[in-house]
């Protein structure tokens, strides 16, 4: 089976959970092809180098704004509009990477990458699997997408605010 595990470079643990995940997949299916991409860098790497330096510094020199940002980015708003026009112009760069590596499924490791998914698969009428692992400890507006097959949480309190806050089907979310 082939696995494609998309994460992002803003901060570590986007990439720690794809490659522990990596890790998991190979040692349980000694024939699972697992390709890790970074799908911000993928999309333009000017994109990825404004989203990381501009992640980090708001994170260490202002987080207070960084926290701003991150609430209000929680609500349909302009900001929301904006980040969804780069998601499609991310979506037209990730097709021919999709087609490339021909995955069964595509597990993502960070927000921006299941956004793009959801978007590519409604817009291509994918219907390669895509499973979206919240790795913040409680879930975000920016983790949701039409088009996602399965949410997977590190709690069951996760998996309540997905169901309860976002509407995602219970049945669609597990808890881990």
Excluded: W
């Excluded at 990381?52 to 960084?66: E, I």
């Excluded at 708003?77 to 998601?87: E, P």
């Excluded at 999709?98 to 817009?123: N, W």
Aim: hydrophobic residues 40%.
């Amino acid at each position: 089976m082939n696995f494609m595990i998309l994460t992002a470079s803003t901060g570590g643990g986007h990439n720690r959970a794809a490659n522990a995940l990596k890790d998991y997949i190979t040692t349980h299916d000694s024939d699972a092809q697992v390709d890790i991409i970074d799908a911000i860098e993928e999309c333009s790497s000017t994109l990825n180098l404004a989203v990381v330096k501009g992640y980090k510094a708001l994170v260490t020199l202002t987080p207070g704004l960084f926290g701003a940002i991150y609430k209000s980015s929680d609500k349909k708003s302009a900001l929301s509009d904006t980040v969804n026009i780069i998601y499609q112009q991310c979506a037209k760069k990730m097709q021919p990477v999709i087609e490339k590596y021909k995955p069964d499924v595509i597990i993502s490791c960070h927000p921006f990458a299941g956004a793009i998914l959801g978007y590519m698969k409604k817009t291509y009428n994918y219907t390669i699997p895509l499973i979206t692992i919240v790795t913040d400890f409680l879930p975000h507006r920016t983790y949701i997408s039409e088009g996602i097959n399965a949410y997977i949480t590190a709690s069951a309190t996760a998996k309540d605010i997905l169901a309860d806050e976002y509407g995602i089907d219970r049945d669609h979310i597990f808890d881990y």
